[in-house]
């Protein structure tokens, strides 16, 4: 949520290195782009509202030049997505410029302060404070400063700060938002994710929390809380550019959900080993996995729907209760959590501040947490006690799809490695799971195939205003990441339903031509989907169904119906996901809308 970018080199291409990192993290958010070198001397600030478009337009007319600069694009919080707004924040001597991700939570104590100083805000931001702070507590000393601005200030944030009178440093600092730190020769970068900076080194410094650093051309000091010089590590980023790119696809959405074969294949040879074994290395070497009576696993969005999967797995393949939990409501609903707690914390981003905050409570209780997520190096990764990662790529686009298939295979490895290290199944049960995982790679290609098919259903249904997702047991969380996926991207208001539910108030909204989707997977189900299909048709509804061969019932009784294989009751699911992945992009492609970034949402949600 907000991207940062910031440049030192020695070289004038500030404004252009910017820029081009700006254009890697619009994903973050794209209410408003900006940027702040200094030239000659003094600050040069140029921001506007809308997509990053906007501001490389105003400054095609305008050369600038500079060695040292920041830039943001912004997913508003405080104040309407307008160029006042737009980051970065100047403070009233024009000496200060400020870049900020997160939310400092006390701004308005500060601000009143500050106007009583005679301070004038130029904006509705909350960030605006900490380049009026920064300016009022200045010694001289950017380290020393940043120390009493953060004494100031409380909340979330990645701050980025230049100063007039430091023609050649960059001042950082950061709390729960992430901030990474890229090294190269004569020149450095801060940034708040790896693709902004990847184009010019693979050297990456991960900020840790409470830290704050300076950055200079050719150098990086980095302080803990006590203010304390910190040897940090630096990691080398092994993935590629054209990960980040969309490789001739028309949107990185397209592209993602094509990965998924491979992905989930990279995924399978990362975790099992050549004998047939699940094998994450040294990662749970220190877990006494008897000890644990229950899971918990937390998450939000499409996150979250992956969990409700994982659910399934460990109650049938480990018998253990198992709780799912939304990440933001975990937290308030005082759940009971001890030293037999296993809570699992699924993160594409890994940067969540909500999963973030329920991860550091179950900490606090004792529990032993195990992170799932895509990026290396990320917050809640380094939070945990154990990390596995998804091995899904970079993924772009806003709406999630080959994080959530590879969430949904690790999970299932993790509760077959669980169960077998605690004697709950054999070795032939062990390979019998398997099998049903080898499978996944092809039969999810062959889903691909029906894109033309599914890009035609799409045409049928892209003027609709609402609709419904169905399904039953394991389907029923299909169909909601189904209903997510539509919602966030076609604008499209769709809700999930267990289909048996409907009859019990939502039925009274279907009417002739309502669309409604229904997922059916599960056979000791079919005749119950099909008489719930049959509800909603006599009342009109257009019935779309994702359904195997073998389930006549629901066959015969749909207008529309998508086919995918058989892979056993458990991963049937993440095949069943995929066409509706395709219909949601499909359906956002005919109404025209900008797929890859959908209006109001980012990436990488860093606010509570
Ligand atoms: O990075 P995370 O997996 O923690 O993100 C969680 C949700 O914000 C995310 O899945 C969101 O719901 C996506 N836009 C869904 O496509």
Redesign the pocket.
Same mark, same amino acid.
Request: glycine share 8%; proline share 0%.
């Given at each position: 949520m907000c991207g940062i970018v910031g440049y030192v080199g020695n070289d004038e291409k500030a404004v252009e290195i910017i820029l081009d990192g700006l254009s890697k993290l619009e994903y973050r958010g794209y209410d408003s782009a900006g940027i702040a070198v200094v030239e000659n001397g003094e600050i040069f600030l140029e921001k506007k509202s809308g997509k990053l478009e906007n501001l490389v337009n105003s400054l095609k007319e305008k050369d600038v030049f500079s060695n040292v600069g920041i830039g943001h694009t912004r997913w508003a919080t405080h104040g309407n997505p307008t160029d006042r707004n737009a980051h970065p924040h100047c403070s009233n001597d024009g000496k200060v410029a400020v870049v900020h991700n997160g939310i400092i939570e006390n701004y308005s104590v500060l601000k009143d302060e500050l106007i009583k100083k005679g301070y004038i805000f130029n904006s509705d931001t909350d960030t605006e404070v900490v380049s009026q702070l920064f300016s009022e507590l200045y010694t001289g000393d950017l380290i020393e400063t940043m120390f009493k601005v953060k004494e100031r200030i409380r909340g979330s944030y990645a701050l980025g700060i230049i100063h007039k009178d430091y023609p050649n440093k960059i001042i950082c600092a950061r709390k729960e938002s992430p901030l990474i730190i890229g090294i190269g020769e004569n020149k450095k970068f801060i940034a708040s994710d790896v693709p902004a900076i990847l184009k010019y080194t693979r050297d990456v410094i991960f900020l840790d929390n409470g830290e704050v650093a300076l950055i200079e051309e050719d150098k990086v000091t980095v302080l803990d809380k006590n203010k304390n010089i910190v040897n940090k590590e630096i990691t080398k980023i092994e993935w590629d550019m054209d990960q980040a790119t969309k490789n001739g696809y028309p949107h990185f959405m397209l592209k993602e959900i094509e990965e998924q074969p491979q992905m989930i294949e990279k995924t399978l040879s990362a975790y099992i080993d050549v004998e047939g074994h699940i094998n994450f290395g040294k990662a749970f070497d220190n877990i006494d996995f008897n000890k644990f009576n229950e899971i918990h696993i937390i !998450?939000?969005?499409? !996150?979250y729907h992956a969990g409700l999967q994982g659910e399934f797995f460990f109650k049938k393949i480990n018998g253990l209760r198992t709780n799912v939990d939304i990440a933001s409501e975990f937290r308030y609903n005082d759940p009971f959590l001890d030293e037999k707690s296993l809570v699992i914390f699924? #993160?594409? #981003?890994?940067?969540?501040l909500d999963?973030l905050m329920a991860l550091k409570l179950a900490k606090s209780k004792g529990a032993t947490t195990i992170a799932i997520t895509n990026v290396l190096g990320s917050t809640i990764s380094r939070e945990a006690d154990v990390v596995i990662y998804t091995l899904a790529g970079v993924e772009i686009s806003? !709406? #999630?799809t080959k994080?959530y298939t590879t969430q949904v295979v690790t999970m299932y490895l993790i509760s077959l490695y669980l169960a077998y290290r605690n004697k709950k199944i054999t070795e032939e049960e062990l390979q019998k799971y398997l099998d049903d995982v080898y499978k996944l790679p092809e039969n999810v290609g062959n889903i691909l195939l029906q894109k033309e098919k599914i890009s035609n259903i799409a045409k049928n249904i892209y003027k609709k205003d609402r609709g419904f997702y169905l399904g039953r047991g394991i389907d029923d969380k299909t169909a909601k990441e189904g209903s997510? /996926?539509m919602k966030?991207i076609s604008y499209i208001h769709t809700e999930a339903f267990p289909a048996g539910e409907l009859k019990h108030g939502p039925i009274a909204l279907i009417e002739e031509g309502t669309m409604v989707v229904v997922v059916s997977t599960q056979d000791s189900m079919v005749e119950k989907v099909a008489s719930n299909i049959k509800e909603v048709r006599a009342r009109g509804a257009y019935v779309i169904s994702v359904t195997k061969e073998t389930h006549k019932e629901v066959i015969d009784v749909s207008d529309e119906v998508i086919i995918v294989n058989n892979n056993g009751m458990l991963l049937t699911p993440v095949l069943s996901v995929v066409p509706l992945q395709l219909l949601a992009y499909y359906t956002a492609v005919h109404k025209g809308l900008d797929v890859d970034k959908p209006r109001n949402?980012a /990436?990488?949600?860093t606010v509570e």
């Open positions: !998450a939000c969005g499409t !996150a699924l #993160s594409q #981003s890994g940067e969540t999963t806003v !709406a #999630s994080a997510l /996926k966030e949402l /990436k990488s949600v």
